[in-house]
């Protein structure tokens, strides 16, 4: 953690969820009533943003849409924009997320101009960057990461419109996390880019850690500096899981 900054736990839904899983964040919201000393976030598929922020209203757990278009509207079949996801009940959302750069092949300077949108429309962006297994291996880790941030995050970026998440691509989905020292090495390096770049408003943005995020490993990986959170795939389908995630904070503010 980051001493005097609000840590954020923001579960990235992908592409699972129906109209059933309503209740599951039903059951979130219930959990969530008592503050937990940290912010909450569920980023659902589009197609259910505006019912679960029907039943969100101005709750504990705010929203987020997974991805959006550079542009206000247009010809672009099958993308949203930053102000529809506004519009549909989201204050965030998430871009250049590896399964974003990796299926859809998109680049940190189209990242950043997403970054751009988001920021028009009055959205946090939570901006991912991680290495790959074969660039951790060749020990480009750093190289990589930093390269990402730098050319994914435009000018201007506060604590208020940035949050990063560092997510190993190699950790995401797999149930294998790097150490605790791999962790805070790559977070450290992270917030020397940003405040080198932002100066004191790098210093409280919050960098999340994402990848087999679990209740049982969430409270090792919290306690490690400038650790501010986490961006949590699979644990955050289910309501036990991710408010398991969300105590963590409770254990180590308490
Ligand atoms: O990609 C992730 C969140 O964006 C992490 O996914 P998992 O928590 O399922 O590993």
């Given at each position: 953690m980051t001493p005097g900054v609000r840590p954020l736990v923001?579960?990235?839904?992908?592409?699972?969820?129906?109209?059933?899983?309503?209740r599951e964040f039903e059951a979130m919201l219930e959990r969530a009533r008592a503050d937990r000393g940290a912010d909450l976030m569920i980023c659902p598929p589009a197609t259910l943003l505006m019912r679960l922020s029907a039943i969100a209203g101005n709750g504990p757990i705010a929203l987020g849409g997974q991805d959006c278009h550079a542009e206000v509207s247009g010809a672009h079949t099958g993308d949203l924009s930053a102000e529809m996801l506004a519009d549909a009940g989201a204050t965030a959302v998430i871009l250049g997320?590896?399964?974003?750069?990796?299926?859809?092949?998109?680049?940190?300077?189209?990242?950043?101009?997403?970054?751009?949108?988001?920021?028009?429309?009055?959205?946090?962006?939570?901006?991912c960057v991680g290495e790959t297994e074969a660039e951790r291996d060749e020990g480009r880790?750093?190289?990589?990461?930093?390269?990402?941030?730098q050319g994914s995050v435009p000018e201007g970026a506060t604590h208020e419109t940035l949050v990063v998440a560092y997510e190993p691509?190699?950790?995401?989905?797999?149930?294998?996390?790097?150490?605790?020292?791999?962790?805070?090495?790559?977070?450290?390096?992270?917030?020397?880019?940003?405040?080198?770049?932002?100066?004191?408003?790098?210093?409280?943005?919050?960098?999340?850690?994402?990848?087999?995020?679990k209740p049982a490993n969430a409270a090792e990986l919290m306690a490690i500096a400038n650790v501010d959170g986490a961006l949590v795939g699979g644990a955050s389908l289910k309501a036990d899981d991710f408010m398991g995630i969300a105590a963590a904070y409770e254990t180590l503010s308490g």
């Amino acid at each position: 953690m980051t001493p005097g900054v609000r840590p954020l736990v923001a579960g990235n839904w992908k592409m699972n969820g129906l109209r059933g899983s309503e209740r599951e964040f039903e059951a979130m919201l219930e959990r969530a009533r008592a503050d937990r000393g940290a912010d909450l976030m569920i980023c659902p598929p589009a197609t259910l943003l505006m019912r679960l922020s029907a039943i969100a209203g101005n709750g504990p757990i705010a929203l987020g849409g997974q991805d959006c278009h550079a542009e206000v509207s247009g010809a672009h079949t099958g993308d949203l924009s930053a102000e529809m996801l506004a519009d549909a009940g989201a204050t965030a959302v998430i871009l250049g997320h590896s399964e974003r750069r990796q299926d859809h092949g998109e680049t940190s300077a189209q990242v950043a101009a997403k970054v751009e949108a988001a920021w028009r429309a009055g959205l946090t962006a939570i901006v991912c960057v991680g290495e790959t297994e074969a660039e951790r291996d060749e020990g480009r880790a750093v190289e990589v990461v930093l390269g990402q941030l730098q050319g994914s995050v435009p000018e201007g970026a506060t604590h208020e419109t940035l949050v990063v998440a560092y997510e190993p691509v190699w950790a995401i989905g797999t149930g294998r996390t790097p150490t605790a020292e791999d962790v805070r090495e790559m977070h450290s390096r992270q917030r020397e880019g940003l405040k080198a770049r932002f100066g004191k408003a790098g210093e409280a943005i919050r960098i999340l850690y994402g990848g087999s995020v679990k209740p049982a490993n969430a409270a090792e990986l919290m306690a490690i500096a400038n650790v501010d959170g986490a961006l949590v795939g699979g644990a955050s389908l289910k309501a036990d899981d991710f408010m398991g995630i969300a105590a963590a904070y409770e254990t180590l503010s308490g």
